[in-house]
């Protein structure tokens, strides 16, 4: 047993697979300790911000102030200002007006201001340019003048009469420390479409996902291992029967079976738990099968022979001449079956058809979620891509532990 | 020669041991039965060596295991110690066990890998009833049986069977039958997997054994000198059934059956010449 | 004297483990075969006789490795010749090698003349395949196979007749000497003798020139091959006629191996069985001296650090042993003598006198 582990543990692929899993189900115990909280807990009011740090704007305003005057501010204020149409337009302008733009590079913001800055002149009326675009070229400029101009934000509150009232102004060159800011959040995938933080609500879904597939992964391997030992072992009429309702099972494709059932129970009852125990009693029966063809070659060994003139039962020779021999490969099954697990939660909440949407989050629901709310076309990556990701490192760690697994106890069909 | 004659008289006036009148059994694949053995009679005496030879599909695996209660019989009635054998129950066949032990051809699957040596033989102590006894004696019944087939007992306790050489697991199983001192032993081909330097220790033993307690060795074997050499009687067997059978010296030296007289001259001897243009 | 077909020096070869560790399983191995003379290998399993076969076609793989020595063919030395030369020109042509379960290796969905026709067309890849056939014909008449084999699939044949094909297609291109690895082991004893009745055959016909057989049964090997030679942890030990090495075995362990015979036949149930104690040594270290010493019942203390040198009869038998052929013979009769007198069995080392009867 313990030469078996050494051997298990000296084996690259699991190593690399079992520390992949081993952090991911870190990361789900300490992070929940770190940010605490609930997960589905709505925090942004609108749909898919940005991953990045959000700091409190009006904190900031009320936050003591240095000033810096720094040569680039203005450059890299304009810079963010500036969208790309603006930046595309402002060239059309160029060569409507005949400036000479060879060489020039659009995302170089202070080439363009320099050229722009010299060569724009309301006055001029290019061919072909109707009133309302020299009108956008005006307001144009305008913006770009303001950001050089040196301008204040006067902050303002109602006062007794209901008039507005100076508080304070904050210049251009007002700057605040962040660590000084009562509120900064940090949200390193942003938020989803309900505005829930997508790190959070992530962790704990692949939590509820490896909790769902290994349940899963249990059920089914219960199942089908001691169907499998009894039809193997016991034969006959037992092994007929059991093979008939395997045979049923493997015929009507698992996922439909998946589906039909998943519908059939609701929405409202379908729990994590419940959810997981579905999956697990349509994807047993290859476990059945694979096992009792192990069986069958192993009860006509002559240790098991030798057992039954030793007058054991039935139960014990099961348990201690044909269980020990199939446990490794119970054991890979059981593995692949958890990852299967995983994937079938998946591939059934992208279909609307996994757990209750109000109680956990699970990486299915979460890719359903970016679906329904078109995360995928209005470019939101953050809200999918992650969960993408874990379910292909999750599986990904499960499969490799599997491969690993096989080379040590198959050496010979390796190699 | 005159010795071995008389010792075989006497056998065939000892007790019957085993006996079967129309063994029979089928095996149905689909529409196709096989006949794997077909109405056999044969009668083993008590201390009888007897050989049962036949080559590979012959059905001396399938009549063996119908012997020792493994597999149930098509038709045909086997005779226990002169009285009709009942193993209708768990208990009655726990009981028939208990006169009837194996050794099997290959030692390497013979035993549970997972279990220890220790288990093994102390297994066979549990099943003759002596579950409760000291664990002082245990140890002592262990040492003696494992010392009877030169084996040390202190060098195998808590080793697993995987550690030993083929001859010295398949010696251990003479050591399991030293145990459990059975009516009848069944030798299906114990020396078949083992070199030829080893087989002399592991047959010496099993006589020797036989001499110890008295039992009827049934040994089954494809090799026909092997079986003429240690045997009293041999049976020969043809596609399920015996086709020729008796004393050992009449059935190799002075063989009727067709079948009989060309697997003897198929067989390469050294006194003898091999009559290589007979096929 | 006639010429000699094939001649092997000082041949040494390796097995690397899965744990990097190397097994000298032939080490050192000379021997000589004249034109129409078979050599028959004897040994327990373990003792490095497949591995000498396999090291003997100059063919190497992983894990097998050649180390040094000559195999030199009918004047032709292979040894150093890289694998494509050696598959290209010296298999099938020079040294054809038939295993234990050849029979499996015929691809179940193929006629048997289309393995004939690949190994000819590999060999000369201009040849007509009408006259493959009837050559096919032509040699398969002469081996006494049915013509109707050649056009049947392989799983048509019994294992018997299957193994007799492989055995005829691999020596279609008449190689001058043939190595045959337990060729009739997995076969009931009716096809063992029409498998070697169709050996000798192509010895007398000239279709192999010498032939190695090796195999774990000792009556089979005394009626096959010309001489005997018996191997013992990677080392010949002992060399000679089949019937000096069977009736007077002079090493301690062919004499343990030779007296393991049984056979069917008057006087067997008088013989004595002895039993050679213990297990083939460790190859991947073996014993400095004697290499059987730790089994061998004469063994002197100088027999387990000195290597032991081959020695030779007068009538070119050899062998390897400390002891002269005078001396080790003056204890095999004493021996004799005292079993005669005391036929009961005696302790599991040692010649044992099975105790018969009642």
């Known amino acids: 047993m313990k030469n078996t582990l050494r051997q298990v543990f000296h084996s690259s692929k699991f190593l690399v697979g079992f520390i992949i899993f081993v952090a991911i189900l870190l990361t789900m115990f300490i992070y929940p300790l770190i940010n605490p909280g609930n997960p589905l807990e709505m925090i942004g009011v609108g749909t898919f911000a940005r991953p990045g740090t959000y700091v409190s704007l009006y904190d900031a305003a009320k936050t003591p102030t240095e000033t810096l005057r720094l040569a680039d501010a203005d450059d890299k204020r304009l810079a963010k200002q500036l969208s790309d149409e603006d930046r595309v337009a402002m060239v059309e302008w160029f060569s409507a007006t005949g400036v000479d733009i060879e060489g020039l590079d659009i995302s170089d913001t202070d080439a363009l201001l320099e050229l722009w800055r010299a060569n724009y002149d309301p006055a001029v009326k290019p061919k072909g340019m109707t009133q309302a675009k ?4 005006k307001r144009l400029d305008a913006a770009i003048k303001e950001v050089g101009a040196a301008d204040t934000l006067i902050i303002a509150d109602t006062g007794e009469g209901g008039a507005l009232e100076k508080q304070g102004a904050i210049t251009k060159t007002d700057y605040v420390n962040v660590g000084q800011v009562a509120n900064v959040k940090i949200l390193p995938l942003g938020t989803d479409n309900f505005g829930r933080d997508v790190l959070k609500e992530l962790v704990s879904a692949a939590g509820t996902s490896i909790v769902i597939g290994l349940l899963a992964g249990l059920v089914a391997t219960l199942i089908g291992l001691s169907l499998g030992l009894l039809s193997g072992y016991v034969g006959g009429i037992c092994d007929d029967i059991i093979m008939f ?6 015929v009507i494709p698992g996922f439909v079976l998946l589906i039909l059932i998943s519908y059939s129970i609701g929405q409202e009852q379908r729990g994590a738990a419940v959810v997981a125990l579905v999956i697990g009693l349509t994807s047993w029966t290859w476990t059945c099968r694979s096992v009792r063809s192990q069986v069958i070659s192993l009860r006509n060994r002559d240790h098991v022979n030798l057992s039954k003139l030793s007058g054991h039962s039935l139960f014990r020779i099961i348990l201690t001449d044909i269980l020990p021999y199939i446990a490794s490969y119970v054991v890979m099954a059981f593995i692949l079956q958890v990852s299967s697990g995983i994937l079938a939660e998946a591939q059934l909440s992208l279909l609307g058809l996994g757990p209750k949407t109000t109680e956990v989050p699970t990486l299915g629901l979460m890719m359903n979620w970016a679906m329904l709310y078109s995360a995928h076309t209005n470019g939101s ?17 499960l499969n490799l532990m599997n491969t690993g697994l096989d080379q040590v106890f198959n050496p010979t069909l390796r190699d | 020669m005159s010795e071995t004659k008389a010792i075989r008289r006497d056998l065939a006036n000892a007790p019957s041991c085993l006996r079967g009148e129309g063994v029979t059994r089928y095996f149905h694949t689909g529409k196709i039965t096989t006949k794997a053995v077909d109405h056999v009679n044969f009668d083993f005496h008590e201390g009888e060596l007897v050989s049962i030879v036949g080559e590979s599909g012959s059905g001396k695996t399938t009549l063996s295991k119908m012997l020792l209660g ?10 226990f110690q002169g009285k009709p054998r009942d193993i209708s129950s768990r208990a009655k066949l726990k009981e028939y066990w208990s006169g009837i032990q194996a050794i099997f051809q290959d030692p390497f699957s013979s035993f549970n890998t997972f279990n220890k040596i220790d288990t093994v033989l102390l297994d066979c102590i549990n099943m003759r009833g002596g579950k409760n006894l000291p664990k002082e004696k245990k140890i002592e019944m262990m040492t003696e049986a494992c010392s009877f087939v030169n084996l040390k007992f202190a060098e195998l306790t808590n080793k697993y069977p995987f550690e030993l050489s083929g001859g010295q697991m398949q010696r251990l199983m003479i050591a399991r039958i030293f145990l459990l001192k059975p009516k009848i032993l069944l030798a299906d081909e114990p020396t078949s997997m083992i070199d030829a330097c080893s087989r002399a220790t592991i047959l010496d033993m099993l006589l020797q054994l036989r001499d110890e307690i008295g039992m009827t060795v049934i040994f089954i074997t494809h090799d026909i000198g092997l079986a003429y050499y240690i045997s009293d009687s041999i049976y020969i067997m043809e596609h399920g059934k015996f086709v020729e059978s008796g004393p050992a010296d009449e059935v190799i030296l002075n063989p009727q059956a067709p079948y009989t007289k060309r697997l003897i001259s198929d067989v390469p001897k050294i006194h003898e010449p091999w009559d290589l243009s007979t096929v | 004297m006639s010429k000699t077909m094939l001649e092997v020096k000082g041949l040494t070869t390796k097995y690397v483990t899965r744990f990097r560790e190397d097994v000298y399983a032939v080490d050192h191995v000379s021997l000589k075969i004249e034109q129409g003379k078979s050599l028959g290998i004897a040994g327990e399993s373990g003792c490095g006789k497949s591995t000498l076969a396999l090291s003997l076609m100059g063919y190497y793989f992983p894990p097998l490795h050649y180390m040094s020595g000559d195999i030199i063919i009918d004047g032709k030395n292979i040894s150093g010749m890289n694998p494509d030369d050696v598959r290209k020109n010296v298999l099938g042509t020079e040294i054809a090698y038939i295993p234990q379960a050849a029979m499996n290796a015929l691809n179940p969905t193929r006629k048997i003349h289309k393995f004939i026709e690949d190994v000819i067309l590999a060999h000369d890849p201009k040849a007509n395949k009408k006259e493959i056939y009837e050559m096919a014909k032509g040699r398969f008449q002469e081996l006494g196979l049915p013509l109707e084999a050649l056009d049947k699939h392989a799983v048509e044949l019994s294992g018997g007749m299957k193994q007799r094909v492989v055995i005829a297609i691999s020596t279609i291109l008449k190689p001058k000497v043939l190595i045959a690895d337990e060729p009739s082991s997995a076969l009931d004893v009716t096809s063992q003798k029409m498998v070697i009745k169709m050996l000798r055959d192509m010895m007398d016909k000239g279709f192999i020139q010498a032939m190695i057989f090796i195999t774990h049964e000792l009556p089979l090997l005394y009626n096959v091959t010309d001489d005997i030679m018996v191997m013992y942890a990677g ?55 004697c290499r059987f010493a730790e089994r061998c019942r004469y063994a002197k203390p100088a027999c387990f650090y000195n290597q032991m040198p081959v020695l030779e009869f007068e009538d070119g038998r050899t062998y390897r042993c400390g002891m002269t052929v005078d001396e080790l013979r003056e204890i ?14 005696s302790e599991g080392d040692g010649p044992v006198r099975l105790t018969k009867g009642v």
């Open chain 1, 134 to 137: 020299r009108n956008y070229y």
């Open chain 3, 235 to 289: 080392q010949i030990v002992e060399r000679g006629s089949a019937k000096q090495m069977v009736f007077d075995p002079v090493h301690p362990y062919s004499r343990g191996l030779m007296n393991s015979i049984l056979v069917p036949e008057e006087g067997t149930r008088d013989a004595k069985l002895t039993a050679i104690p213990g297990t083939p040594p460790n190859l991947k270290r073996p014993p400095a001296g």
């Open chain 1, 245 to 250: 309702i395997t045979n049923i099972f493997t």
């Open chain 3, 332 to 345: 095999y009769r004493k021996e004799d003598a005292e079993a005669e007198q005391a036929p009961a069995a």
């Open chain 2, 70 to 79: 493994l597999l149930k019989e098509t038709d045909g009635k086997i005779y």
């Open chain 1, 381 to 397: 990556w953050w809200a999918y891509f992650p969960v993408i990701l874990t379910i292909t490192l999750i599986s990904f760690s």
